[in-house]
């Protein structure tokens, strides 16, 4: 906490190459919060400067009762959270309590295609909240009360949602599984 | 033995708790790849000197804003002194201060065209400035 005071207040002093040391550090959570939300790659570098100088005009107002990669994340997932909902309305926001997942591309098979690079492609299928909520927990490695935080859902729908998530990926993988080994 | 069900298998990767492997169901092995597949970044990427880019972007925002609030200073500064100018003219001296409104008003489309070319010239500049700047920075 000390450490994010002590570059929170050289920004605020006009530390320019401080800011920059703060972009460096934080550019990769900024990046898995952005990317794993939007479904267009093209609009991803955007969307991160933007959140950056949302970070720099707002840094006056941080009040260290968080980690400022908490507070980061928090302003990564709702300027990515309005842009999907402004530009892309028929975005899979909600979390539907009886999503499924559709179908793995019949054909991919488990020779050509890792299963690294499938779970992959299938979380960008997730609804919005599951992918926000496994990219912290996992990725981030956030606690619940840090995901609370960035997300502003109770710590049940956190635990709700990592879970269903995790396990719509392990049926996706199972279904693969089971194709592979009857091809 | 009762099998682990999903909630269980996800609370023991979560801990990192090691399980003999014969116990272990079928299903443990899926959820532990898609656990490390979990862990692994993605396959975004950021283009090299992104932070410049945003410390760029930041740089010429400040700029454009000081730049705002000179030209408000520019044009308010000569307004609140001619307004200021007729207070103290008016104090003194009336029908002088009402001689110099009949004439403004005389000439009133060339003081409102003058001013619309002023703010028209501003405007452009700030337009020429943006499109030459997104030329050689396509972010910004």
Known sequence: MNEDAAIVNSILRGNMHAFKGLVDQHQKLVLHMVGRVLDDPEDCEDICQEVFIKVYKNLGKFNFQSKLSTWIATIAYRTAINHVKKYKKKAKYEAEEHYHMPEAETGQTFEKTDVQHFIQQQIQQLPLAYKTVITLFHLEEMNYAEIMEVTGMPEGTVKSYLFRARKMLKEKLQTLMIKEELL | MKPLSDEEIQKLLESGKVF??????????????????????????????????VVQRVRRQKALRKNVSYQLLLVLTPVLGIILGFAVMAYINMPLVLRWFGFLWQVKWLVLACMIFYIFIQISDQLVKRQVLHRSHPFF
Do not use: G, M, T
Request: net charge negative; aromatic share 14%.
């Open chain 2, 20 to 53: 003999p492997e014969e116990k272990l169901p079928a299903d443990y092995h899926l959820y532990q790849k898609v656990f490390k597949a979990l862990q692994a970044e993605p396959e975004f990427n950021l283009p090299d000197h992104f932070s410049d880019r």
